[in-house]
């Protein structure tokens, strides 16, 4: 079992930036993939950009590519999503999330483990 748990949402304008957090509750190793998804009010969840974390191969939403970075601290056991240049449409609830298989999913079934999601606020 692996407890996710998100950070570093708030409130930006439109134009800045926030760096999302995600601590997972154990080390683990191997090719497992580390996720963000978003949901926005009346939406379904969207992909928005995953890492792999043994050999760190990514993979954006073509909606966030170029404005996000998505990395990972191994010591740490940590992974991170940095959004820069941010639109009103990017405000949404963003969930970590985890999954075992080596190969990099944008379709939420794929993962395994979900935290409780971090709200970000762009205002226009």
């Known amino acids: 079992q692996v407890q996710l748990v998100e950070s570093g949402g708030g409130l930006v304008q439109a134009g800045g930036s926030l760096r999302l957090s995600c601590a997972a509750s154990?080390?683990?190793?191997?090719?497992?993939?580390m996720g963000w998804f978003r949901q926005a009010p009346g939406k379904e969840r969207e992909f928005a950009a995953a890492?792999?974390?043994?050999?760190?191969?990514?993979l954006y939403a073509d909606s966030v590519k170029g404005r996000f970075t998505i990395s990972r601290d191994n010591a740490k056991n940590m992974v991170y999503l940095q959004m820069n240049s941010l639109k009103s449409e990017d405000t949404a609830v963003y969930y970590c999330?985890?999954?075992?298989?080596?190969?990099?999913?944008?379709?939420?079934?794929?993962?395994?483990?979900w935290g409780q999601g971090t709200q970000v606020t762009v205002s226009s």
């Open positions: 999330a985890l999954d075992w298989g080596a190969t990099m999913s944008d379709h939420s079934g794929s993962y395994d483990y």
């Open positions: 890492i792999r974390w043994n050999d760190r191969s990514t």
């Open positions: 154990r080390r683990t190793v191997g090719s497992y993939v």
